[in-house]
């Protein structure tokens, strides 16, 4: 158990839909990273939020958006969502010693998105 | 393109039998980090290397990084049912201090 946790496991929707998946950190870590995992491209960066700012930005789509709340848990929020979407969506969080993507990453469980 | 190329993309052996599985790149890394992930859970960080050509050992698990910081090898001796798993390396550019995924090397050690 990493200590991250990520509501929901699993997520069945229909194209079209808008979705929220929510992230807590580890307790003390500041950093927190998403990232989009399918079959056929690996690991994706989507962005990264160090205590409550964005901090780095990936290949996230503009359908896409997150946040960073005072108490450091996250939301991932994916709109007018396409089958193509369907992936995991894990996510991490790091130590906050330097708050870059060089500190241990800790990764939760996952949300499993289906998009029918 | 993948900036940071695994192979082999898939690998599977006999319980007892030597592997390595490589992570290259054309590109320099401050420090690469090598995770497995397990079926159904998120990667777990197995190592950090910083300096070119480190060894670093973890049980039957020894990791190189190149002398130059553009690759670095994964070896495992023994292989045994438990080092089943998806192994992804992760580089880290001075440039902006963003891991750089692989695709990753799907490993199955059969009993």
């Known amino acids: 158990d990493s200590g991250v946790t990520q509501t929901p496991k699993h997520l069945i929707t229909a194209t079209g839909q808008r979705v929220t998946l929510r992230c807590s950190p580890r307790?003390?870590?500041?950093?927190v990273y998403w990232y989009q995992q399918s079959l056929d491209q690996g690991l994706q960066f989507l962005i990264q939020?160090?205590?409550?700012?964005?901090?780095a930005k990936g290949n996230i789509l503009e359908r896409f958006s997150a946040q960073q709340f005072p108490d450091l848990h996250s939301e991932l929020n994916l709109s007018s969502l396409e089958l193509g979407d369907s992936a995991l969506y894990f996510c991490a969080s790091s130590e906050p010693p330097t708050g870059t993507s060089t500190d241990t990453q800790y990764f939760g469980p996952g949300t499993r998105l289906t998009v029918l | 393109t993948q900036l940071l190329e695994q192979s082999p993309q898939f690998l599977s052996i006999q319980e007892g039998e030597n592997l390595t599985v490589y992570c290259n790149s054309s590109s320099v890394f401050s420090s690469l980090q090598w995770y497995r992930q397990e079926p159904g859970e998120g990667p777990v960080l197995l190592v950090t290397v910083v300096t070119g050509g480190e060894v670093k050992k973890l049980k039957r698990l020894t990791f190189q990084f190149g002398d130059a910081r553009k690759d670095s090898s994964l070896h495992i001796t023994a292989a045994q049912p438990g080092d089943t798993g998806l192994y992804l390396c992760?580089?880290?550019?001075?440039?902006?201090?963003?891991?750089?995924w692989g695709a990753g090397t799907k490993l199955i050690i059969k009993p």
């Open positions: 307790s003390g870590d500041l950093s």
């Open positions: 992760a580089g880290v550019r001075d440039s902006n201090y963003q891991l750089i």
């Open positions: 939020y160090y205590n409550g700012e964005e901090r």
